[in-house]
């Protein structure tokens, strides 16, 4: 069994983590944070120990650094864990629907329950998360986050960094720019538009 070590420890890493033990395919070393977290893992330091770990033969990562407006810092993880030459798996719970004939990005999370239908395309280090449906020919870019049950009706495409909310549904055929927040429970019937900061 390969290892892999956590990056970022909270509430989404807690899901990260129980759905890599479901797996069965990794075991964790234990995570990285700013500090020391109530968790049954291995506190292994900072980030700045990350290179380290990996000269010491870790060659796995896994983000557990959630979405809730932190697309940028989970680009800005991604791009130093490959610098430093870490893997990032797509971490996908055994509960997951995926159809074969999907594409997904490296460093996913796809959580319970989720369902990715034919012919989708899920760019890296997306979220996917406990019950979500993205369904048929939909296009979820990278960084994107489609919270728990949300809906993508065939077709949609979320841009890069979207967020869309629990509950959120949106329609076949709808598109969501780069960095929107769709608010939870919304349901989207025509094309997005709104200033973005």
Partial sequence: MEEIVLVGY?????SVADCIERQNKYRIVGYTDVEQRNSRYQYLGTDT???DWYEQGIKNAAVGIGYMGKGTLRERLY??????????PVIADPSAVISDHVQIGEGTFIGKGAVVNAEARIGKMAIINSMALVEHDCIVEDYAHVAVS??????????????????ATILQCMEIPSKV??????????NYRMEVN
Avoid: D, M, W
């Avoid at 949300?150 to 509950?167: H, R």
């Fill in 10 to 14: 909270g509430g989404h890493a807690r």
């Fill in 150 to 167: 949300g809906i993508l009706c065939g077709q949609v495409k979320v841009g890069k960094a979207a967020f869309i909310g629990a509950n």
């Fill in 181 to 190: 927040t769709i608010p939870a429970g919304e349901v989207v019937r025509r």
């Fill in 79 to 88: 791009e130093s864990l490959r610098a430093i030459g870490y893997e990032l």
């Fill in 49 to 51: 120990v990350l290179k």
